[in-house]
Every structure is written in structure tokens, then in C-alpha cells.
């Protein structure tokens, strides 16, 4: 595998190990922030393979051990989360290195958090509305290592995970300014083996963020450009990696987008996130894949609102024909990259959209869609991703 893209260190937002071979220096940063016994969260899927080997041999030949909790759901959920913390406490784990996608990122966060914090502090608790998060003790926190393996989700550069409540199949943002991980790990190799399907849903999860946060009304101009570079990164590499899942030099343009849209999104999300959360948690869809399953529909429907900041979009992206122009283009990406048309061909059922409607104006990313969504527009939404 050749690539031509240099190492490089940012620090914005937080301190990002960015190239090609970089998991060699896990145990280095582990150690940079005080961990000796480090316990690595990942999904089932990711347990098995040879990147996580890899990634432990690292830490082994450092000394900290090769601890594993691999229990995690697709939409984790708080039961996850307390079998996570009873491995943490039962090893006697001083930090989390989450590693693998959104599910290990966000579940691994929670494991930090909640691990030991005073016994009637729930979780929900600490959703993200006002300052909630102030209930926790933020000294209790862990320290957080964050390795993606996906080009999607950016979590790895958040301060919130996203964890569904079992009962209620309601997702909930769980934010605390300390869930930011301390150190990031940036490595295109870790996301050569992902399927193509989740190449394909991680990578429109970056497109949604970075379009959303691109097109949310409220004022923040770093988002603003962070979001439109983020989209012609994905714009121009997201079809080459799925094309070719060797290709170093795209993988890392889409690591890059997928850091760039979870920075950007600090800027608000909208109704591409407050449908897709909902049918998340009812249906169990792969998240980013939903997102771009709604996302053409969601872009009509905010169109009154954006349609001359799209074409400004457009235009700089090298695409003709404005907004429209803009449309079409995700549709042919949708297209190439074999994304569901609609929601029912997801198993989505016209039963539950009354449902959905309700969840989905309870969401709180809908606080940022360009058009304030009401109960009959959101409904009448729902109606058209069908």
C-alpha cells in the first residue's frame, strides 16, 4: 500500500495523531496521560480482527496489558455500559482506549464517565440540556484515548457520546467537556478492512455533519469552512475508497472529513440527524447509512431556507448547476455507493411514523434545521423519505 500522505500533529480541538502507521505510538501516548492499565473498548466485529491484535501487541509490549471489552451494540445502549463498567472496576483500569467506530468511540466514553461517579448519578442524567453536565464529578472522569477506525462518526473529536436507553428506544446525547479524548489517534491503514457497506454509511455520516452544520442558521464561521472543505473531501474521495479499499491517500482525506464534521457540527445538526436518531433507536439501521437515506429529502425540504448558500456550496465544490446541481450529485453518490432509495426499503413502517414524528421533534438536533420543524411538516417529511 503506497500512499503520499505526510504524519502530521494538530491540536484542534484536541491533540490528533494524524498518519499512516501512527497506532505504533499507542502505548506512548497511553503513557503520555497517565495510564498504566488502559482498557480497550471496541465492538464484537472489531475484537477478532488483526488491527485490534495489533493495537494490543502495543500496548502489551509496553506493559499495559491487553484488556479487552468488545460487548457493544451497534446503538449502544446503558446495559452495555454497565457490563463495560463492571470489567473496568473488576481489572482495576485507570483509562479507556476507545477503538473501532461511533458504537466503541461513544460506549467507551460512557465507560470513562460513569465508572466512578457517586452510585444515584445516572447516566441520563447527564444529557446534553443546560448545564447538566455539571452533576458529574468531572475529578472521577478517566482519561480517554480515542482510535477511529471508520471514517463517519468523529466522535473522536467530540465531547459527547450517544447512547440509546433501552426501555424508551430513545438515542441520548451524553456530553461533558472532559469526554473529549485526550489524545486521537488518526490512522488511514486502521479503516482499509471496513465492509464497503460501512465504508459507504460512515463516510455519508461525515457528508450529513458537514452539510447540516454547513446549513444550521446559527453563527459560527470556523464550522462554516471547516464544513465546506469536509464536503469535498467526502465529494472527492468517498467513491474512490469504495472503489478501492487500498487506497491510502483517499482514506485519509475521509478520516480527515469525518474529524472535520464533528468539529463543524458544534455549528448545529438538523432533520437529517433528528429522523435518522429516532429510526436508530426503533429499527437499529446503521446510522450513517440512514442519514444519507433521508438526506436528499431533508435538502428539498430545507430548500426555501438554503437554497443560495447551496449553490454558494456548489460553486466552490466545482459543481454546476446551483442547488439543483447539488441535489443530483448526491443522488448519483447515493446511487454509487448502493444506498437504500427510502425509508421502507430500510423496514420502516408507515404504522410508526406518527411515532417517529414525536421522537424526532424530542431530538435535540432539530433545534439547528435551517426551517423550524413542526409536528406537521416533520410528519409530512417522514411521509416523503418513504
Not at 436508530?280 to 447509512?289: E, I, K, Q, R
Not at 421533534?361 to 406537521?376: R, V, Y
Request: overall charge negative; glycine content about 10%; charged content about 20%.
Amino acid at each position: 500500500m503506497t500512499h503520499s500522505v505526510p504524519n502530521r500533529n494538530w491540536s484542534y480541538p484536541t491533540a490528533i495523531k494524524f498518519g499512516v502507521g501512527r497506532i505504533a505510538e499507542l502505548a506512548e501516548h497511553a503513557a503520555s496521560v497517565g495510564l498504566k492499565k488502559p482498557l480497550l473498548v471496541t465492538d464484537k466485529a472489531l475484537a477478532s480482527l488483526p488491527i485490534t491484535a495489533a493495537a494490543l501487541d502495543v500496548l502489551d509490549k509496553a506493559g499495559m496489558g491487553r484488556a479487552v471489552f468488545s460487548e457493544v451494540d451497534p446503538n449502544p445502549n446503558e446495559a452495555n455500559m454497565a457490563a463495560g463498567i463492571a470489567v473496568y472496576k473488576a481489572g482495576g483500569h485507570d483509562g479507556v482506549i476507545c477503538f473501532g467506530g461511533g458504537s466503541a468511540l461513544d460506549l467507551g466514553k460512557m465507560i470513562a464517565l460513569m465508572a466512578h461517579q457517586r452510585a444515584d448519578l445516572s447516566v441520563w442524567d447527564l444529557e446534553d440540556i443546560d448545564d447538566w453536565y455539571t452533576r458529574a464529578d468531572a475529578s472521577k472522569i478517566a482519561p480517554i484515548i480515542a482510535v477511529p477506525t471508520t471514517a463517519g462518526t468523529g466522535s473522536e473529536v467530540g465531547r459527547a457520546g450517544v447512547l440509546t436507553n433501552s426501555a424508551t428506544h430513545k438515542k441520548k446525547i451524553i456530553f461533558h467537556p472532559k469526554l473529549m479524548p485526550a489524545v486521537t489517534i488518526c490512522d488511514p491503514a486502521l479503516t482499509v478492512g471496513m465492509p464497503r457497506f460501512i465504508t459507504a454509511g460512515t463516510g455519508m455520516d461525515a457528508l450529513a455533519h458537514c452539510l447540516e452544520a454547513y446549513s444550521s442558521p446559527f453563527y459560527h464561521p470556523m464550522s462554516q469552512g471547516i464544513a465546506l472543505e469536509g464536503m469535498r473531501l467526502v465529494f472527492e474521495n468517498l467513491p474512490k475508497v469504495y472503489d478501492n479499499p487500498n487506497d491510502l491517500d483517499a482514506r485519509a482525506h475521509m478520516m480527515s472529513a469525518a474529524a472535520m464534521g464533528a468539529v463543524a457540527f458544534q455549528k448545529g445538526l438538523g432533520a437529517i440527524h433528528s429522523l435518522s436518531h429516532p429510526i436508530g433507536a426503533v429499527y437499529n439501521t446503521h446510522h450513517g447509512t440512514t442519514n444519507a437515506v433521508v438526506m436528499p429529502m431533508v435538502l428539498e425540504f430545507n430548500r426555501p431556507a438554503i437554497e443560495d448558500r447551496i449553490k454558494a456550496a456548489a460553486a466552490y465544490l466545482g459543481i454546476d448547476g446551483g442547488f439543483a446541481g447539488f441535489h443530483d450529485q448526491i443522488m448519483e453518490l447515493r446511487s454509487k455507493l448502493n444506498i437504500p432509495e427510502n425509508l421502507s426499503a430500510m423496514g420502516v413502517q408507515y404504522g410508526d411514523l406518527d411515532r417517529l414524528t414525536e421522537m424526532a421533534l424530542e431530538d435535540p438536533s432539530c433545534g439547528g434545521n435551517p426551517i423550524p420543524m413542526t409536528q406537521a411538516n416533520t410528519r409530512a417529511l417522514f411521509d416523503s423519505c418513504m
